[in-house]
């Protein structure tokens, strides 16, 4: 076995929006379907959805119209901000119940 000593461990960072963007195509890998449906209209309850980048917006809303992902306090989702380990075990385990592999 080797042992990889600590000073050498890298740290990788996800932000809201990318974590949203790998919960919406895990669902469409498990589930068959091409995508996490969700519209615009679902982003438009965010008051910073101007800063969710093009590329995950239709992740962002699919993800929140199935209740995977939630916004942040103050009526916002955050999209730049990294998401904590919390909020990632949270998304997981809704992303898990939402294709039935748990309950």
Same mark, same amino acid.
């Given at each position: 076995?080797? @042992?990889?000593?600590?000073?050498?461990? /890298?740290?990788? $960072?996800?932000?809201? *929006?990318? &974590?949203?963007? &790998?919960?919406? $195509? #895990?669902?469409?890998? /498990?589930?068959? =379907?091409?995508?996490?449906?969700?519209?615009?209209?679902?982003?438009?309850?965010?008051?910073?959805? *101007?800063? @969710? #980048?093009?590329?995950? %917006?239709?992740? /962002?809303?699919?993800? /929140? *119209?199935?209740?995977? @992902?939630?916004? &942040?306090?103050?009526?916002?989702?955050?999209?730049?901000?990294?998401?904590?380990?919390? %909020?990632?075990?949270?998304?997981? =385990?809704?992303?898990? %119940? =939402?294709?039935?592999?748990?309950?």
């Amino acid at each position: 076995m080797h @042992i990889i000593p600590a000073a050498t461990w /890298v740290v990788f $960072r996800i932000t809201r *929006e990318q &974590m949203a963007v &790998m919960i919406a $195509r #895990s669902f469409a890998f /498990v589930s068959g =379907k091409l995508n996490l449906p969700g519209s615009s209209q679902s982003l438009a309850t965010f008051a910073d959805r *101007e800063s @969710i #980048s093009a590329w995950a %917006q239709s992740a /962002v809303a699919g993800s /929140v *119209e199935a209740g995977i @992902i939630a916004g &942040m306090d103050g009526g916002r989702f955050e999209p730049q901000q990294f998401a904590t380990r919390a %909020q990632a075990a949270t998304m997981l =385990k809704r992303l898990l %119940q =939402k294709v039935d592999f748990i309950e």
